[in-house]
């Protein structure tokens, strides 16, 4: 299960990449917004970043304008490893080296085509693992602090 959550920058982007996932045979489970009324997108990441952190959903998608936003809420909260995309090789690597969980798009940055391939990059790379595992525990130590 993928949680998905936008706000009004990403929204039209988010319901085209329903589409994808539905052809996919990929199941997801939207955390709104559900119209392109202007919104708060912190309001979205909370609840999809809490799903993925409590295992209700393995990893999520964040679509806002630019995809920083909605990236920088969801790094707030514990456990979440969000990662901003708009190149292939960055989501791709986000998922070998840095084991992201959380992938942001920006409905204003990318295409639904480009859209697609990175939601798949991001979606289908395992982590590597091994001297990349040490990285990621003090990542997660900061939390902490
Ligand atoms: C909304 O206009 C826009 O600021 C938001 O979607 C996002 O891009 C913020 O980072």
Known sequence: MIAL?????????KEEMKKHLDS???????????SPASCDYPDMAKPA???????????????????????????????????????????????LHNNANVLCL????????????LIDLFLDTPFEGGRHQNRIDKVMALENN
């Open 106 to 117: 920006g409905g204003r940055v990318v295409g639904a085509g480009l859209a697609a391939e």
């Open 24 to 34: 996919r045979g990929i199941a997801y489970k939207d955390f709104g917004c559900d």
């Open 5 to 13: 959550a936008s706000d009004h920058g990403g929204f039209a982007l």
């Open 49 to 95: 970043c809490d799903a993925v952190v409590s295992g209700e959903c393995e990893k999520a998608v964040l679509f806002c304008g630019t995809g920083i936003g909605m990236s920088m809420a969801a790094n707030k909260v514990k456990g979440i490893r969000a990662c901003a995309c708009s190149d292939a090789f960055s989501a791709k690597f986000t998922r």
